[in-house]
DNA sequence: TTGTAGACTTGGTTCA
DNA sequence: CCTAACCAAGTCTACA
């Protein structure tokens, strides 16, 4: 599921039903994860009052009140449920947390790329998930002038290189798509090529296109849900991801002549774009 | 060092 | 209609 929009909505779903209260049992499943939960998991956990959720990139961090901090990461097709009952298991849970107010917090994930880490709060940063981690879109640290000078030293298409967490995190393939659409920018750009004025307008629709998905409670494409079972809308607001073929969202040409929004492969992975407002 | 392809895994969609 | 092939929101590793 998850780009950043998509983990913010799970953040804002889970966080007020998890905060303050203590996970009083944990249930780890035997199918192995991508990063399977640590041995010491269970014990470490067990019986602790959770502090507080919070977000970096992809990254969804619960804190305890020992110190530890509870890493997930989505992969792509993990997600969370909330639920009230017993006797409700589905195919590919993997984790389950059982609070003192009675909810169930349950992770499911179907192709197990997903990730589940255990570290001390004081040790974050310096965890392999976030060593090597550029800054969140939505920290200062992020601004149009540190990407410009990123961008400098990249020689590769500005496509690929906004999808390097470790320049900004939290970008995955629909929202770069999305964001260079309006900015007006060819995916196949190189960074180091793009001038000040349009890596400023790059920013800036970096930011918009996140915050408006954030807004959409994120992108429904096929795994991802809220936590408690709604879905995203913000697929329907997509400019360009997914619509080769077809108009781009702000057209105003004649599709029959341009063909419409193109679809290229750029390292493995689709890339859409307008040839009309992004050059061809 | 940098960039790309491949691997990991399951399931949904499209097409012969 | 059934099946096979292909494709997918991410990241890590292995090469060129």
């Known amino acids: ?22 996970i009083m049992t944990v249930m780890v499943g035997n199918q192995k994860l991508r990063a399977a939960p640590p041995p010491d998991f269970i014990s470490h956990v067990t019986g602790q009052k959770i502090l507080n959720l919070s977000r970096r990139g992809k990254y969804l961090i619960i804190s305890l009140e020992n110190n530890k901090a509870i890493i997930h990461h989505l992969g792509m097709s993990g997600s969370f449920r909330i639920s009230g009952k017993a006797g409700d298991a589905k195919l590919h849970d993997h984790l389950s947390y059982i609070l003192s107010n009675g909810k169930k917090i349950i992770y499911n994930d179907p192709r197990r790329f997903g990730m589940v880490y255990l570290t001390e709060v004081a040790d974050l940063e310096q965890h392999k998930a976030f060593s090597n981690m550029g800054p969140d879109p ?18 590769g298409p500005v496509k690929t290189v906004l999808l390097n967490q470790a320049l900004v995190a939290g970008l995955g393939n629909i929202y770069v798509c999305e964001a260079l659409y309006l900015a ?44 408690d079972g709604t879905m995203g809308y913000f697929q329907h607001s997509f400019n360009v ?38 050059g061809k």
């Open 138 to 155: 939505f920290s200062e640290d992020f601004t149009s002038e540190m990407l410009f000078e990123k961008f400098k030293s990249k020689k």
């Open 1 to 22: 599921m998850p780009e950043l929009p998509e983990v913010q909505t799970v953040l804002n779903g889970l966080s007020p039903v998890m905060s303050g209260e203590v």
């Open 241 to 278: 991801y997914g619509k080769k073929g077809q108009p781009c969202g702000m057209c105003d040409c004649d599709v029959e002549k341009t063909g419409g929004v193109k679809m290229i492969r750029q390292a493995g992975r689709s890339t859409f774009y307008c040839t009309e407002k992004q």
């Open 184 to 227: 007006g920018i060819h995916p196949e750009k190189v960074a180091a090529k793009i001038s000040r004025q349009k890596t400023a307008l790059l920013y800036d629709a970096i930011l918009l296109v996140l915050k408006n998905a954030i807004k959409s409670g994120g992108s429904s494409l096929r795994d991802h849900k809220g936590v």
